[in-house]
């Protein structure tokens, strides 16, 4: 059985786990800069700027207050995926496009950035 990373209960979604399989042979393998940024992960889940739906069982956590550092405009995205009574974080990257391509915001904490 995979370690567990971290556990942390998000707005909206609930429980939401980080696997160290997910976190070092997805998450950092195939996006570098996302290496030590565990902390970062972990506050985007437990406090989002915005949750919004995604794909069928899935939400996006955004957190607008932790961007990238050579692209400000770049804001922490965390896409989580059901995983039987829970949901479990399936990557975590910065991008621009926070709502991720038009889902619902179901959630929206006093964002410190304007929704695009």
């Known amino acids: ?5 971290f556990y942390e ?3 909206v979604v609930g429980g939401v786990v980080c696997y160290e399989d ?7 393998a195939e996006h570098p800069e996302m290496a030590g940024k565990e902390e970062d992960v972990r506050a985007t889940v437990k406090d ?17 207050d932790i961007s990238h550092p050579d692209m400000p405009e770049a804001v922490l995205r965390v896409p989580v995926h059901r995983h039987g009574t829970m949901y479990q974080v399936s990557t975590a990257y910065f991008d621009d496009d926070v709502t991720g391509g038009g889902g619902e915001i179901v959630y929206r904490k006093d964002a410190t950035r304007i929704i695009r």
Do not use: F
């Open 22 to 28: 997910t976190w070092y042979g997805h998450i950092v």
């Open 48 to 64: 989002p700027s915005l949750v919004v739906t995604s794909y069928s069982n899935s939400y996006l956590l955004v957190n607008e």
């Open 1 to 5: 059985m995979d370690k567990e990373l």
């Open 9 to 11: 209960v998000a707005p």
